[in-house]
């Protein structure tokens, strides 16, 4: 068995030493000591953060970034909303609207026209209103979240917490909040999706029943 090679005083990393009953063990080199080693295990509470200035700015920008969409979001939900809502008045000023209430068995190609398209209008103002309906469901004991903030029984309180969590705890509750953020805006544009395409169709088919209505 040929010996190691001899590692000369300049080469060798020094080594921490950890307690442990009366003697010193020492760690080697990329091991992580006690002081690294979070209490709980992997969980968001106790990741240790290296540089909570950069991670807090980073955590700034991304939170606005999230709350642009989310604010872009409901716009669009907005603006779908009212379009609907004035096709649909179109619609029944050309009696459009009403068809359904026919027997089924007599419907025209301009009933089925007419009738498939208040459904899809309907369905499309469903889900703008879905969009902009709240669906945050913060931490309850977070220091970001609105409804765990007015949960707290006096200002002084959210002032301790605050105070309390220091530079790394509230970087770490901000970045876990822009986690939270990232599922409302998922959520959001599911739903506004939805109701674009749902408006796309209800559109296309009025624009062909009226077309029939004028020519009829």
Known sequence: MSASPEISGRDRQPTAAKVEGDGLIPIAAGEPGPADE????????????EDPEGAASFGTHVH??????????????????????????????????LRWL????????????????VVGLILSA??????????????????????????????????????SLGTSGLTRELLMHCHELAGVCDRKYRSVGRAIW????GLAVSLGYLVLHRLS
């Open 38 to 49: 979070p209490a709980g295990g992997n969980s968001a509470d106790n990741a240790v953060i």
């Open 64 to 97: 606005k970034y999230l709350c642009g969409y989310i604010d872009l979001a409901d716009k669009k939900a907005a603006f779908i909303f009212a379009a609907v809502a004035g096709i649909l008045a179109y619609l029944h000023s050309e009696d459009g609207t």
């Open 102 to 117: 026919s027997d089924p068995r007599t419907w025209t190609l301009q009933d089925i026209l007419a009738n498939s398209a």
């Open 126 to 163: 469903v889900f703008a209103f879905d969009t902009v309906a709240p669906r945050l469901q913060g931490a309850p004991e977070g220091a970001v979240f609105w409804r765990a903030i007015a949960g707290m029984a006096t200002p002084r309180d959210y002032v301790s917490r605050v105070a």
């Open 198 to 201: 749902l408006g796309c169709f």
